[in-house]
């Protein structure tokens, strides 16, 4: 995988190496938990990349210019993590490489059958384990800017958080930049309606003829949320205008519970949006009147990228969760009828690769932690 990166490097294609380096985030519940102020977090707002994005064709398979480089802590383990996002070359997909001091290297391509635990977080793994955590947003970033290729090293077993959205993962990509490959983009075609029902929650992937579609509603009992919708197409465009700024949210009258269980030990007010009974913590408030549901919708698009090819259909989530989109993913690709892959232009062509993942089994989720 290493030598791929190389190859495109050497070559010229993707000249030199880049990226953006944020701070490392402090506890919000230090001092015995008590809650911790902090700075504002960085505000991000996005203009139409001037360079970069020159060389993308409709139909092509894509990749970044050159490498993206972004460290912070992790928001459950509370680790501080170095996350490298490098060039690959076509048909290489989404793949992570987690590299701990004195232990071999595991790679792990992000696919539905890496997927290792849904709990508060999308985790991949491999035979030997779980092994990479929260992995939702970066995801999420590569694929609403289209990225269809690139290598993820981590030097640590989560994601960082940086700023609780995927804000800055976007603004390192656009600092890289995009090109395109000599290879044509594959789609996965939604083909029929595959919907499934967990309690008062349900998600369903149906055709859609317009791209790739999120229609999310949430409802919590809280005076500040209640019930939210998001519904729109996403692009590049509209995932940076609609989507990507919104931020992970947690309620202070859950942090007993979620310390007990080994999560949110690394959350703060600069990468999370935390709630009391009747307000919102963080000095600068929210990002967006229904910055909650956007943050769904965000969750959605990276869960959904596991896909591992531009999804063409409908997402409709009520309620939903990390467990609710996976398990639709894996009800769509269990079902052979219910999908195919195409090319552009190529409505009802199948490509190689539709067998092995319909061949995929449905997952056995853990017991939920909420």
Not at 238 to 246: G, K, N, S, V
Request: net charge negative; aromatic share 6%.
């Amino acid at each position: 995988m290493r030598r791929q990166v190389s190859s495109l490097l050497q070559t010229g294609l993707l000249p030199g190496d880049g990226g953006a380096e944020l701070p490392v985030r402090r506890n919000l519940f230090a001092n015995g938990g008590s809650l911790v102020g902090s700075a504002p977090a960085r505000e991000y707002v996005f203009r139409c990349p001037s360079r970069g994005y020159e060389n993308m064709k409709a139909g092509r398979q894509t990749t970044l210019r050159r490498q993206a480089e972004l460290s912070g802590s992790g928001v459950h383990s509370g680790l501080s993590a170095t996350l490298t996002i490098n060039p690959a070359e076509a048909d290489t997909g989404i793949v992570f490489i987690l590299s701990l001091p004195g232990e071999s290297e595991r790679e792990i391509r992000a696919e539905p059958r890496a997927v290792a635990a849904t709990e508060f977080a999308t985790v991949l793994g491999d035979e030997a384990g779980p092994a990479i955590s929260t992995i939702e947003h970066v995801m999420a970033a590569l694929y609403g800017l289209g990225v269809d290729n690139a290598v993820v090293e981590l030097d640590a077993p989560e994601v960082p958080m940086l700023d609780g959205s995927a804000a800055p993962i976007v603004a390192a990509i656009d600092a890289a930049g995009v090109v395109a490959l000599p290879a044509a983009r594959r789609y996965l075609r939604v083909l029929k309606p595959v919907g499934v029902a967990a309690g008062d929650s349900y998600g369903e992937l149906r055709p859609y003829d317009g791209g790739f579609r999120v229609e999310i509603d949430i409802d919590f009992d809280h005076p500040l949320i209640g019930k939210q919708s998001c519904a729109l197409d996403v692009d590049p465009a509209t995932f940076r205008r609609q989507l990507a700024r919104a931020r992970t949210f947690g309620f202070t009258r859950d942090v007993s519970r979620l310390w007990g269980a080994g999560y949110a030990l690394g959350a703060s007010f600069e990468n999370t949006v935390i709630m009391a009974d009747d307000r919102v913590l963080n000095p600068e408030g929210l990002r967006f009147a229904d910055e909650f549901v956007r943050h769904k919708a965000l969750d959605a698009v990276g869960d959904l990228a596991l896909a591992g090819a531009p999804i063409q259909g409908a997402y409709r989530s009520i309620r939903g969760s990390h467990r609710l989109n996976y398990a639709v993913l894996c009800a769509l690709v269990a079902d052979p009828t219910a999908w195919t892959m195409v090319e552009t232009g190529e409505p009802v062509r199948r490509v190689r690769g539709h067998a092995e993942l319909g061949s995929m089994v449905q997952p056995a989720f853990a017991p939920d932690v909420s």
